[in-house]
């Protein structure tokens, strides 16, 4: 939602007719596409350190040192 909610900003003295046929209008700033992709890398290095730790707390201490060099 936060992302469509910043691309999709219009002023509400100026209704575009795409507004009001339903049609979103094609323009974007680049600052609502930086802050989309912001988002989407924070999520993403938030996902991968999860998933990175929860990997890393499945192998004991223990196997590492019994592990063949």
Do not use: Q, Y
Request: proline share 7%; hydrophobic share 50%.
């Amino acid at each position: 939602m936060i992302p469509a909610w910043c691309l999709d900003r219009r002023s509400p003295a100026e209704p575009s007719v795409a507004a009001r046929a339903g049609v979103r209008s094609s323009k974007t700033s680049p600052s609502s596409v930086a802050a989309v992709v912001g988002v989407a890398l924070l999520i993403s290095l938030l996902a991968a350190v999860l998933v990175s730790e929860a990997l890393l707390r499945g192998i004991r201490v223990e196997r590492l040192r019994d592990a063949p060099t």
